[in-house]
């Protein structure tokens, strides 16, 4: 299973972004998808979380500012950032929780993709 993220760049502070992440290989459900960040010298952090039965969970520091969605067919996940501020400055990952035909379960993460937001 690969994921391919694309959307990064570098924005100014208020701009926007949309991040995307596409799953392809040996996948039979998806579980979650999420978003995470990694800024340097920090650990990386969770922002965005959809569930399988579509219900969504944002870290207190974009809720209302970033959405995460989601096209099943299309086993991807996405990011819709907007207000964006300078310290969302990070290296963006999405992340997959995969079954395989086999019923077996796993993790996979996204190559990341850098955000940078100038003041």
């Known amino acids: 299973v690969e994921l391919v993220e694309s959307g990064g760049g570098l924005v100014q502070a208020g701009g926007s972004l949309r991040l995307s992440c596409a799953a392809s290989?040996?996948?039979?459900?998806?579980?979650?998808m999420g978003w995470f960040r990694q800024a340097p010298g920090e650990r990386r952090e969770s922002v965005a979380l959809?569930?399988?039965?579509?219900?969504?969970h944002y870290e207190d520091f974009v809720k209302g500012r970033f959405t995460i969605s989601r096209d099943k067919a299309k086993n991807t996940v996405y990011l819709q950032m907007n207000g964006l501020k300078p310290e969302d400055t990070a290296v963006y990952y999405c992340?997959?929780?995969?079954?395989?035909?086999?019923?077996?379960?796993?993790?996979?993460w996204g190559q990341g993709t850098q955000v940078t937001v100038s003041s």
């Open positions: 959809i569930l399988r039965d579509g219900n969504t």
């Open positions: 290989g040996d996948i039979f459900a998806i579980n979650t």
């Open positions: 992340n997959m929780e995969v079954y395989d035909r086999h019923s077996s379960v796993k993790a996979y």
